[in-house]
């Protein structure tokens, strides 16, 4: 089936440690977007990219990195510069067009040791 | 700037009310598109039902209704009947200024007891 897969489902970070969190699609989607979500928030975006080797900050980018080598493929790295990392993070994709939905994956958990 | 409000915290009701959920989006834009999202307890979102800013007529789909009143910026989502399995968060989200990403609002609670 058509979908997003997130992995890992759940993830703890020591301090000082980088970690990636995968996000992998096989909708021939253009577009991927990373999202964090915190207790009772809404998500805010932090990276997004629409097309292969390119991609642009979100609104919380400061502590994260991406790449888009593949465009199935848009893994988000957790830096040590990000101090406050737990949270609930969701991977999406959509076509390039306003008016599609996206798709989201069902999201890893972070949590620090 | 634009500023999307979900105004309800949280929300319950009695299985098989009608509930109805508030969203009010504020942008200069004219032209965009507004996506609301059901987040179960499970934690993936799942989409529901789009609408746009132009077209003022409401739409049904099952259960789900859609009212927008562009004079408000309001945009509000309705489930007719509600059932237990509808007891979810449920996200507002416009497209937002960063090419196609989307601007959540914070979300309604809904509980649906039996």
């Known amino acids: 089936d058509g979908g997003i897969t997130q992995s890992p489902k759940y993830l703890f970070r020591k301090e000082g440690q980088n970690v990636t969190l995968s996000c992998e699609q096989n909708?021939?989607?253009?577009?991927m977007y990373w999202y964090r979500q915190d207790p009772g928030q809404g998500l805010r975006l932090i990276y997004y990219?629409?097309?292969?080797?390119?991609?642009q900050k979100g609104d919380i980018a400061e502590g994260y990195s991406v790449s888009r080598e593949k465009k199935e493929s848009f893994p988000l790295t957790v830096t040590s510069a990000q101090k406050n990392p737990t949270a609930f993070y969701l991977c999406a994709s959509s076509t390039d067009s306003l008016n599609q939905p996206q798709h989201f994956g069902d999201g890893t958990r972070l949590s620090i040791l | 700037a634009q500023k999307v409000t979900q105004a309800q915290t949280e929300i319950s009701v009695v299985e098989k009310e009608d509930v109805t959920l508030d969203c009010v989006y504020e942008?200069?834009?004219?032209?965009?598109?507004l996506f609301w999202y059901k987040q179960p307890p499970s934690g993936e979102l799942v989409f529901l039902i789009r609408r746009n800013s132009f077209d003022e007529q409401n739409e049904i789909s099952g259960r789900y209704s859609w009212n927008f009143q562009k004079s408000t910026s309001s945009f509000n989502f309705t489930i007719t009947a509600s059932q237990v399995v509808d007891s979810a968060v449920y996200f507002c989200?416009?497209?937002?200024?960063?090419?196609?990403?989307?601007?959540f609002g914070k979300g309604t609670s809904l509980l649906v007891t039996p």
């Open positions: 989200a416009p497209n937002s200024n960063s090419g196609y990403a989307l601007n």
């Open positions: 909708l021939n989607h253009d577009a």
């Open positions: 942008t200069r834009d004219t032209t965009y598109y």
């Open positions: 990219s629409q097309i292969v080797n390119d991609f």
